[in-house]
């Protein structure tokens, strides 16, 4: 996180990064020395599995049982603990960056991410679900995923990450609409006792993590705490250069603290975990119409979760049981300046209020050698949908009360016409309280047709249901409501190749379709200058994308992947969409160094020109971070020192309609000292 507001070479602030610096280079040295230390002892770790292993990788998330990546009827992507640590990524949206066909953006409130060319303004994560050991972390008064330094889990408590592109709602109903993100977390066979973790970095910030696991027999015990806390940033904003809004600069309104507590229990086929996460956000970009350069602008967003999952073999059936209950909230004051001068300034508070239990059944088997049967079912029951507004005084909760039931039953094929074809299909249907049932297929046929070489044809429908905040925004003064919203669809083709070329290389490539019916986008309602979702038209998107990966015996390890997508408007002269980028290009790299002691961990990424939505041109940009990792005491104390846009890039996002801004600038240089010990 680094933006400047001063050019002169002799500002304090550059001095302060020059001195920043010095300590960074100090702990690469200390890296290298305790490194060539420890260099008698072995190391094991994922840096040693072989490409081959890495390619038949199992995976969960694409057809809700374990299978090769190779089988499973889409694009799946694996980031595993292994890579999150040498490439330093500080939470789910760095992972995501890495990822071909993802993109992220970000309003310095928070973070959005992209796919295949789609990118909505206005959209809060809602056509991608994320799950937490398969538990949906959607909301369901926004439909929001959270991907940054919000999202609900400590990256280093993650032990990977499976990405699947294209639609899922055959299995997931809601939300799948353009990729499922699964983390999976640690386990207390995998902790192993005590681990205790320090960060320090750029901008005052301070992250401590303490986990406990362990496995007393046939119960595994998993405890996790992190803090964090940021002073944030002193920042320029042009549109506010003038007198009266401190000419554009703005200090301690980009403050940041959150706090996680991860706790599982396993015992046989129970599973028993609760999660609590709590942030508060200073926003600076002075959205909404508050008052500029105001700390009072803010948000604290929680998220509160119990599950009970059980799993265990009946004759030849497997069975899979589980039950959840959740509850979101959201706090957001925004300083409004008062009618008349001189009055004091009014805090307006947009709040929700999210509570939302959740049971799924599901019952597998194989059926013959080559056919495997899957039948779920699933209720969620949104108990409370609540928008409202904290009023001050008396700091009551005022609200319109909303709630809501799904059901859906789905079912699932795997059948193997010969040896080397397997064709999935799958299809479930939802039926909402709110607006009727939808019925969503999938089918793969999938051609091994030798031992490194894969066919894949996909083809694969979804919903994204109208969320609460789109149908009835609590926020009058910029949205109007939009009773008659419906459900909008995508329906997708995709064709795939995976390659395996000789023994280091693996090749990895598609080409898709996606078109998107009855598309809701926010849109401007002339009439009373307010903002509204619409069943807006129909858009495309028209894409390839290719991978190559490889991996030496020596620990060597690279991908590099570049996607191109044409996304557009079906309406007269085929626009092209806002925040869609034509192409993006990744390249990671990591060289183990003094016999695998120490690692460099290489990232670079590219994002072609976007649009905003006043039809302004982003330029493209490329980013490199770059991240120095050394093992001490065998594998008891790791130490890390990361640079994220170590050439300290310039370059912006797109403002969202609540943004005055139309493009805000993204971080410069910063750095970040890391140590981890296990005990």
């Known amino acids: 996180m680094f933006l400047l507001y001063r050019a002169s070479t002799n500002s304090p602030i550059r001095a302060t990064r020059r001195a920043r610096f010095q300590i960074v280079f100090r702990w690469l040295a200390i890296l290298a020395l305790t490194a060539t230390a420890g260099a008698q002892q072995d190391v094991k770790d994922l840096s040693e599995v072989s490409l081959e292993e890495l390619s038949n990788i199992q995976v969960y998330s694409a057809s809700k049982h374990m299978q090769s990546a190779s089988e499973a009827p889409a694009s799946v992507t694996v980031v595993t603990a292994d890579e999150i640590q040498k490439y330093g990524y500080r939470n789910l949206a760095d992972i995501l960056r890495s990822v071909p066909g993802f993109y992220v953006t970000y309003d310095r409130a928070y973070t959005f991410v992209g796919v295949r060319g789609f990118g909505r303004l206005?959209?809060?994560?809602?056509?991608?679900?994320?799950?937490?050991?398969?538990?949906?972390?959607?909301?369901?008064?926004?439909?929001?995923?959270?991907?940054?330094?919000?999202?609900?889990?400590?990256?280093?408590?993650?032990?990977?990450?499976?990405?699947?592109?294209?639609?899922?709602?055959?299995?997931?109903?809601?939300?799948?609409?353009?990729?499922?993100?699964?983390?999976?977390?640690?386990?207390?066979?995998?902790?192993?006792?005590?681990?205790?973790?320090?960060?320090?970095?750029?901008?005052?910030?301070?992250?401590?993590?303490?986990?406990?696991?362990?496995?007393?027999?046939?119960?595994?015990?998993?405890?996790?705490?992190?803090?964090?806390?940021?002073?944030?940033?002193?920042?320029?904003?042009?549109?506010?250069?003038?007198?009266?809004?401190?000419?554009?600069?703005?200090?301690?309104?980009?403050?940041?603290?959150?706090?996680?507590?991860?706790?599982?229990?396993?015992?046989?086929?129970?599973?028993?975990?609760?999660?609590?996460?709590?942030?508060?956000?200073?926003?600076?970009?002075?959205?909404?119409?508050?008052?500029?350069?105001d700390p009072r602008d803010y948000n604290i967003d929680s998220h509160q979760y119990v599950s009970l999952d059980y799993q265990h073999p009946i004759g030849k059936w497997q069975l899979d049981v589980g039950t959840s209950y959740d509850q979101a909230r959201l706090q957001g004051p925004v300083p409004e300046a008062p009618l008349i001068a001189g009055e004091p300034i009014v805090l307006s508070t947009y709040s929700f209020r999210g509570n939302w239990w959740t049971g799924?059944?599901?019952?597998?088997?194989?059926?013959?050698?080559?056919?495997?049967?899957?039948?779920?079912?699933?209720?969620?029951?949104?108990?409370?949908?609540?928008?409202?507004?904290?009023?001050?005084?008396?700091?009551?909760?005022?609200?319109?009360?909303?709630?809501?039931?799904?059901?859906?039953?789905?079912?699932?094929?795997?059948?193997?016409?010969?040896?080397?074809?397997?064709?999935?299909?799958?299809?479930?249907?939802?039926?909402?309280?709110?607006?009727?049932?939808t019925t969503n297929p999938r089918a793969a046929l999938i051609f091994r047709a030798s031992e490194k070489t894969t066919f894949k044809l996909l083809y694969g429908n979804a919903f994204s249901a109208p969320d609460v905040y789109e149908t009835t925004p609590d926020f009058g003064i910029f949205y109007d409501d939009s009773l008659k919203l419906r459900p909008e669809h995508i329906q997708s083709l995709e064709a795939r190749v995976e390659q395996g070329l000789g023994q280091y290389f693996q090749l990895s490539s598609g080409v898709y379709r996606n078109r998107i019916s009855d598309l809701i986008s926010l849109v401007s309602v002339p009439s009373d200058g307010n903002f509204q979702y619409q069943n807006a038209g129909n858009a495309q998107a028209v894409g390839m994308d290719v991978e190559?990966?490889?991996?030496?015996?020596?620990?060597?390890?690279?991908?590099?992947?570049?996607?191109?997508?044409?996304?557009?408007?079906?309406?007269?002269?085929?626009?092209?969409?806002?925040?869609?980028?034509?192409?993006?290009?990744?390249?990671?790299?990591?060289?183990?160094?003094?016999?695998?002691?120490?690692?460099?961990?290489?990232?670079?990424?590219?994002?072609?020109?976007?649009?905003?939505?006043?039809?302004?041109?982003?330029?493209?940009?490329?980013?490199?971070?770059?991240?120095?990792?050394?093992?001490?005491?065998?594998?008891?104390?790791?130490?890390?020192?990361?640079?994220?846009?170590?050439?300290?890039?310039?370059?912006?996002?797109?403002?969202?309609?609540?943004?005055?801004?139309?493009?805000?600038?993204?971080?410069?240089?910063?750095?970040?000292?890391?140590?981890?010990?296990?005990?």
Do not use: C
């Not at 972390?137 to 993650?158: H, S, T, Y």
């Not at 039948?375 to 928008?387: A, I, M, P, Y």
């Not at 909760?397 to 059901?407: P, Y």
């Not at 016999?595 to 493209?620: C, I, K, M, P, Y």
């Open 122 to 293: 206005g959209d809060w994560n809602s056509r991608i679900l994320v799950l937490i050991d398969g538990h949906r972390i959607n909301n369901n008064v926004l439909g929001q995923a959270m991907l940054g330094n919000e999202f609900l889990v400590d990256v280093d408590m993650i032990e990977r990450v499976e990405i699947v592109r294209g639609p899922s709602s055959s299995l997931y109903g809601a939300n799948a609409f353009f990729a499922v993100i699964n983390v999976i977390t640690r386990t207390a066979k995998e902790v192993k006792d005590w681990e205790l973790s320090f960060q320090t970095g750029s901008f005052g910030t301070d992250e401590g993590r303490a986990t406990y696991g362990h496995q007393f027999n046939d119960l595994g015990v998993l405890l996790s705490g992190t803090f964090y806390n940021s002073t944030g940033q002193t920042l320029f904003f042009p549109q506010f250069d003038n007198p009266a809004n401190n000419n554009g600069i703005t200090r301690d309104t980009d403050y940041e603290s959150y706090k996680h507590i991860l706790a599982t229990l396993s015992y046989h086929g129970f599973t028993l975990q609760g999660l609590f996460s709590t942030r508060d956000k200073g926003v600076p970009t002075a959205y909404f119409g508050a008052v500029f350069n």
């Open 360 to 437: 799924e059944i599901k019952v597998s088997r194989d059926l013959f050698e080559r056919d495997h049967l899957t039948f779920g079912s699933e209720v969620r029951d949104n108990l409370r949908q609540d928008q409202g507004d904290l009023l001050n005084p008396p700091n009551t909760f005022s609200t319109d009360l909303n709630s809501s039931l799904i059901s859906a039953l789905y079912v699932q094929d795997e059948f193997g016409i010969t040896s080397r074809l397997t064709l999935n299909a799958g299809v479930r249907y939802d039926h909402y309280s709110t607006f009727g049932g």
């Open 548 to 679: 190559l990966s490889g991996r030496a015996s020596n620990g060597l390890q690279g991908k590099a992947s570049f996607d191109y997508v044409d996304a557009y408007s079906e309406s007269a002269g085929h626009p092209s969409l806002n925040n869609s980028p034509g192409p993006m290009a990744k390249l990671n790299l990591i060289v183990p160094l003094i016999d695998q002691r120490l690692s460099a961990g290489v990232e670079g990424q590219f994002l072609g020109r976007r649009l905003t939505l006043l039809q302004d041109s982003l330029s493209s940009y490329q980013v490199f971070n770059f991240t120095l990792l050394g093992h001490t005491v065998g594998k008891h104390l790791d130490l890390a020192a990361s640079v994220f846009n170590i050439l300290d890039k310039k370059y912006f996002d797109p403002g969202r309609p609540e943004d005055p801004e139309d493009a805000i600038q993204q971080d410069g240089r910063s750095f970040r000292i890391k140590i981890t010990g296990r005990f």
